[in-house]
C-alpha cells in the first residue's frame, strides 16, 4: 500500500501483512495484520516506530517515495518489539539520523536488542517535549502497557496520539481508518486482540485513560502500531470501548472449555451447558481441539463463568487444557466464578489439578463434578445440577 498523508505533513507509512495469520506465535491473525510507522514532514523529519524486519524494504521505499531526497533526522521508538523496531539497526545505518528518542526504560530495552555502541540515544521522560517546527512531540511513558518500554508519542497541534500497541487491531486492508471498515469485524478484532495482549495490564490501560483525561490531552486521531486508525467520533468510541474491556464487568455468559478422549467429559460438558442455559445464561461450548486458545480466550474474557474440563490422563490432565489453562492464567482474567468437570477410570485426579488451576487464578470456584468412565443419567443430572448452581451464582454475581 502507499503511504497516506493522515494529516497534513504527517504520513502513513506502514506495512500489510496480509498473509500473516500467526501473531507472533501464540495468538491467531485470521485477518493478517499490519506493522503501521509514520513520518512526520516538518523542518525536522521525524520516523515514527519502524517495522517488522520482513519489510525493511518497503519502509525504505515508502519513505523516499514522501521525501525523495530529503533525510530523516529523528528516530521515535515507541516500543522496542521486533514488530516495530525490527527495521531499527538498518535504519540507524541507513538514514544516520541525528537523534532516536526512547523512553527511559527502552533505553534499557533498545541496547539489550541491539548492542550498539554510539547511537544518538536520548531518553524522554513523560513531559518531555521535542519541536519539529510547527509540530512538536510530547511523550507519555505506558510503562508495561504491554512492554516495559513502552511509550505514547502525541502531538498536540495535530491532535494526534502515536500509542502503539495499545488500541490495536490485527488487520490487513486496503483502508486505513476504522469508519471505512466494517464496524463489526473491526470490533471483533478489537476484543480479540485485547483479550490476547492488553488484558493482563488492564489496570495500566485504566490509569494511562485516566492520566490522559487528567492532562485534559485534546486527541481527534488515535494512531495505533496494528490495524486501523481511529478519527473523529471513532476516537471517544475506542476510548470508551478500552474502558469497558479494561474494567472487566462480565456478562451474562459462561463459557465451558474442555478436552475429551472418548466423549465422557464432552457429555458433561453439554450437560452443565444445558443447565446453564435453563437458568437464562449464554453458552459457549469450545472443544480444544476445534479451537485455538486466542479465540477462546477472547470468548472467556467477558464471560462470567468459566467451566474447564478434561478426563484423567496419565494421573494428570490432557496436554491441550494445560495449554490452555497456561494461556488462560497468564493473562490474568478477572471476575470469574469457576467450576471443574472431568471423566477418569480408576486414580481420578482431573478436578482437583483443573481446580487448583482455577483458585491460583482467584476465580470463585465451585465444586467440582467427576465421573467414573461413562457417565449415566444420575451422572449427567449432576453435570445438569452445576450447570443450574452456576446460572444461581452468575445472577447473584450480576445483581452485585
Ligand atoms: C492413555 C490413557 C491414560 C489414562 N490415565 C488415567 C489415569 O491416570 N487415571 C485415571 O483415573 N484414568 C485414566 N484414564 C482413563 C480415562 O480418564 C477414562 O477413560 C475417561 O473416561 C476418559 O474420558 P473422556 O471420554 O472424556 O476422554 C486414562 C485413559 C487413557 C486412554
Ligand atoms: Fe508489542
Ligand atoms: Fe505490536
Redesign the pocket.
Known sequence: MKPVEIKEDIWWIGAVDWNRRSFHGYSVSPLGTTYNNYLIVDDKVALVDTVDKHFWGRLKCNVAQVLGDRKVDYFVINHLEPDHAGCLADAVEHYKPEKIYVSPMGEKAMKAHFHYKDWPVEVVPTGSTVSLGKYSLNFVETRMLHWPDSMLTYVPEAKLAFTNDAFGQNIASSERFADEYDPWVLEQSMRHYYANIVLPYSPMVIKTLDAIEDMGIEIDMICPDHGLIFRGDDVAWVIEKYREYAAQKPKNKAVIVYD???????HMAEAVATGLADKGVSVKIYSMKADHHSIIMTEIFDAAAVVVGS?????GILPLMADMLTYMKGLRPQNKIGAAIG???????CVKILTEWLEKMSMDVVDPVKQK??PDHEGLGQCYELGLLLGDKIQEKLAE
Not at 478426563?311 to 494421573?315: F, V, Y
Not at 471423566?343 to 485426579?349: D, K, L, N, V
Open positions: 475429551s478422549m472418548w466423549k465422557s467429559t464432552e478426563p484423567t490422563h496419565n494421573n471423566s477418569f477410570g480408576w486414580s481420578g485426579e468412565f461413562v
